[in-house]
């Protein structure tokens, strides 16, 4: 877990653990569904994110950061797997 702290004072290995343990983790969920509903004809993917990608969280700049990364993919695999009947939001 990364603590809260402002932005500019995480490590980069901190960093990198969280966004590997957080944006990795949806994006290898992802992946999998993906690949799965293109077999079976379609489906939906719902993704819940945080507050702090619209509104700042002071102290909270790692979370905000990879669900930031998080809400992109979703947006691409809902433009880019809407002809395989795939929604996601």
Sequence with gaps: ???FAKLADFTCEQVDEFMAGDALAYF????SAVQRMR??????IACTSTIDVG???PNNGC???SK???ESMIRHIAAEEAA???RAN
């Design 63 to 65: 979370s905000g950061m």
């Design 39 to 44: 077999r079976s004809g379609g489906g939906s």
């Design 1 to 3: 877990p990364v603590p």
């Design 55 to 57: 509104k700042l969280a």
């Design 28 to 31: 290898r969920l992802f992946r």
């Design 68 to 70: 930031a990364a998080v």
């Design 84 to 86: 395989a009947n795939i």
